[in-house]
C-alpha cells in the first residue's frame, strides 16, 4: 500500500504524453467551445456580430492544454461545423463562419490559442496562485488585442463594407465582456492547472 501513491503518480505523468490522452484532451475543449458557442448570444445595438463566449472558450483551450492542442481543439471544432454539424455561433454550420461578418474573429481564433498557450508557457514555475493567475490573464488580454481585434476588425471592413473608424467602434462593444473573459480565463485555468499539474507544458513545470 505505501507503494501505491507512487505507482499512481508515474501512472499520471505517462497519461499526460499518450496519444489517446491528446485526442481526449482536444476533443473535450472542442467539444466546451460548441458549447460556449451555442449558448445565447448577445446582440449589442448596431453591432454587426453578437457577443457570444466563444473567446472565452478559445483562450481556455490555449491557456491549459499548450499552444499546439490548443490549436488542434479549436480546428477540430472547426471542422466539425464545417462538416454540417451546427456548433457554430447563432446555431449555424458550415462555411458560413468564414463569410460572413464576423469571418474576421473566426480567423484569429487558432492564432490566438497558440499565442496563449506560447505565452502562458513562459510563466514562472514558481510563480504563486494569484500572481500566476494574473499572468495569464494578462496573456489573454495580449492575445486578444494583439490577435483577435485586429483579424475581427478586418474581417468587418471587409465583409460589412465599414469604415475603419466603424469597425472599430464596433469591435470596442466587445472590450468590457473581453476584459471579464480574461479575468474567468485566468482563474478557470490556473485552478486546472493546479488540479491536473500534468496538463502543463514541460516548460512551466521545469526547476
Do not use: H
Amino acid at each position: 500500500m505505501g507503494a501505491q501513491p507512487a505507482r499512481l503518480g508515474e501512472r499520471r505523468d505517462l497519461t499526460r504524453s499518450t496519444t489517446a490522452t491528446d485526442v481526449a484532451l482536444v476533443a473535450t475543449f472542442a467539444a466546451l467551445l460548441a458549447v460556449c458557442s451555442i449558448l445565447p448570444a448577445i446582440t449589442v445595438g448596431v453591432v454587426p456580430v453578437p457577443i457570444t463566449l466563444q473567446t472565452f472558450a478559445v483562450l481556455l483551450c490555449g491557456a491549459v492544454l499548450g499552444p499546439w492542442r490548443g490549436l488542434l481543439a479549436v480546428l477540430l471544432y472547426f471542422a466539425v461545423g464545417v462538416a454540417g454539424v451546427p456548433v457554430f455561433s447563432m446555431g449555424v454550420s458550415g462555411l458560413v463562419i468564414f463569410t460572413g461578418v464576423s469571418a474576421g474573429y473566426a480567423v484569429s481564433f487558432p492564432l490566438a490559442a497558440v499565442v496563449v498557450g506560447l505565452l502562458v508557457r513562459l510563466l514562472p514555475a514558481r510563480a504563486g496562485q494569484t500572481l500566476r493567475s494574473v499572468l495569464v490573464m494578462l496573456a489573454c488580454a495580449v492575445a486578444t488585442a494583439a490577435v483577435v481585434y485586429p483579424l475581427g476588425i478586418t474581417g468587418m471592413m471587409r465583409r460589412a463594407d465599414l469604415s475603419f473608424g466603424a469597425a472599430f467602434t464596433a469591435n470596442a462593444a466587445f472590450v468590457p465582456a473581453d476584459l471579464v473573459k480574461c479575468v474567468a480565463v485566468g482563474v478557470v485555468a490556473t485552478a486546472v492547472l493546479r488540479a491536473f499539474p500534468t496538463l502543463a507544458p514541460v516548460s512551466r513545470r521545469r526547476g
